[in-house]
């Protein structure tokens, strides 16, 4: 998937109330297999692409047949950045809760979960904004 594709903007929505679900129960259960598995969903989401998401397949085949059609499209690049965040993230959680420093592993999965939150209550993608920002006070350089 390029940086300028496009997606249904419901789908990553609904992959961040799923994700928000997953953060919260390793948050209560401190188990940290469960936030292994979220990383992967991260990196898959991040590096390989979003039409390759676990959460991305389960809307597409599950949630998307049974709305109308929409022709609202989002540029996957700043999602694709928020998924590498939460990458970054949930890879610190994971690691500090398998090696025993679980302050790590809470703080870090807090800061995804804060971020899963907003994108699923109020449809802000905290991540999407950084990429955002970060494209404005990037330098570019000119072509020839």
């Known amino acids: 998937m390029s940086a300028t594709a496009s997606v249904d903007p419901r789908g990553p929505r609904f992959a961040a109330v799923v994700t ?3 953060l919260a ?5 401190e188990w940290w297999p469960l936030l292994a598995a979220q990383t992967v969903v991260f990196a898959l989401g991040a590096f390989v692409g979003l039409h ?7 809307y597409r085949v599950l ?3 049974r709305l109308r059609p929409t022709s ?9 950045f928020a998924q590498a ?12 809760y398998a090696f025993g420093l679980p302050v790590v592993g809470l703080i870090a999965t807090a800061f995804a979960l ?7 209550a109020f449809d802000f993608c905290l991540g999407c904004e950084v990429y955002l ?3 404005r006070v990037t330098p570019r350089t000119k072509r020839a």
């Open 20 to 22: 928000t679900v997953v």
């Open 133 to 135: 920002l970060l494209q």
């Open 63 to 65: 949630i998307a047949p």
């Open 114 to 120: 804060f971020a899963a939150f907003l994108n699923a």
């Open 72 to 80: 609202e499209r989002e540029n996957a690049a700043p999602l694709r």
């Open 25 to 29: 129960i390793v948050l209560v259960t």
């Open 52 to 58: 390759l998401a676990p959460y991305s397949v389960l």
């Open 85 to 96: 965040v939460g990458f970054v993230f949930a890879l610190v959680g994971t690691v500090g």
